[in-house]
């Protein structure tokens, strides 16, 4: 019998046409199922002189990788085994040419995390140029081992080219934090709200207890954002003027704080990152129901310097490599719990200089790209 290249016959182009997901389902079976079986062979023998074929098709889409408390995903390439299209003659149902059924589909999983690495590199070649260099790279492998096994019938050399190729897919993996090495960030933005705590060291003011909340765009390593905290459970130590009436010794206070901020990336890994920061704003205590003013709350208000630090610990994080909506190498978002002590001097008129320590805790949503 004339055996020809059809026993190692590719039906479908390498990384070429996308499968639905029901198709797959119903014919397809990935690589990482487990090796090939021959009850997996379904379809029909058609022709006179080939004896083996083994059919194929591979999807571009989308992997996904946890690693800690990071969710990598990224575009990737998998390779399927087509059963219902993949078919040997009973005569040559053996174990060596189901090894080199094997073999194929081990060449092919390698050339599609070749290509899988390539594509995520963020390199000018696009998915079609890939698919075309690997298989040709493919084809030139192929057409080796099929002159050098007889189409798949001797199986003296099999175990070379098997143990040379496992080797190949041991050393070839998709790692996606080594992609991102030596990436720099470029743009952020992040929304957070939580609680705050306000200790002035006087003798007007008690501590205040209350929310707080704020927003920052960032560009590199730079964050500006505003923040605000609001407190409602302090009370005033002593009577205090001011241009709206008396805040009494004892009256219940609410109190505000809105600050400008500027931030600098100073650390940064997959746990947590770490800001120091400076801010200018407001700050002011008022009594809700004043006694010598029915149309105004006595208010007092000052101008506010504050510098600390911002913790941000992540509970988890998203990485998407080779965004398709932008032109960064990666998106990554986040969900963090901000701890933020800091110290503030607030200027009061007749009161002078106040200093308060405070600490806000908040829930932080969050986000940057890389490049």
């Known amino acids: 019998m004339n055996i020809c290249f059809a026993a190692s016959t590719i039906v479908a182009s390498l990384f070429g046409t996308t499968l639905s997901a029901q198709s797959i389902e119903q014919s397809m079976r990935p690589w990482d199922a487990g090796k090939l079986t021959w009850d997996e062979f379904l379809g029909e023998a058609k022709g006179d002189t080939a004896i083996n074929m083994f ?41 060596v040419m189901l090894q080199y059924n094997q073999l194929l589909f081990d060449m092919l999983e390698l050339y599609s995390r070749r290509a899988t690495i390539e594509l995520n590199k963020n390199t000018d070649y696009t998915y079609q140029q890939l698919r075309s260099f690997y298989r040709r790279q493919f084809d030139k492998r192929a057409r080796e081992i099929r002159e050098e096994t007889r189409n798949g019938t001797d199986g003296t050399k099999l175990p070379y080219y098997a143990a040379d190729i496992a080797l190949d897919l041991e050393r070839t993996y998709f790692d996606p934090v080594q992609v991102l090495d030596n990436t720099t ?25 209350g929310v707080n909340m704020g927003f920052g765009l960032g560009w590199k390593r730079h964050l500006w954002g505003m923040d605000l905290s609001l407190g409602f459970s302090g009370d005033a130590k002593q009577d205090v003027w001011t241009h709206n009436g008396w805040i009494y010794e004892g009256e219940s206070l609410n109190f505000y704080q809105v600050y400008l901020t500027y ?21 002011g205590f008022s009594h809700p129901l004043g006694k010598d003013n029915d149309n105004a709350d006595p208010e007092k208000d000052g101008f506010s310097l504050c510098a600390g630090m911002m913790f ?58 890389l490049r």
């Open 55 to 95: 059919s194929w098709n591979t999807e571009y889409s989308q992997g996904k990788q946890k690693i800690g408390n990071t969710t990598y995903t990224y575009p990737k390439f998998t390779t399927y085994f087509d059963q219902t299209e993949s078919w040997t003659l009973p005569q040559f149902k053996t174990d």
């Open 185 to 209: 960030q470029h743009f952020s933005a992040e929304i957070y709200v939580g609680a705050s705590s306000h200790f002035p060291i006087s003798d007007y003011y008690a501590n205040s207890f």
């Open 263 to 283: 931030a600098y990336l100073a650390s940064q890994n997959t746990s947590f990152q770490t800001f120091p920061f400076v801010g200018v704003g407001v700050n």
């Open 312 to 369: 941000d610990i992540f509970l988890n994080r998203r990485v998407n490599i080779n965004s398709a909506f932008s032109n960064d190498l990666a998106d990554v978002g986040y969900r963090a719990i901000r701890v933020k002590p800091y110290f503030s001097m607030t200027y009061y008129n007749d009161i002078g200089w106040t200093p308060a320590l405070n600490l806000n805790i908040s829930f932080n949503w969050g986000g940057y790209t």
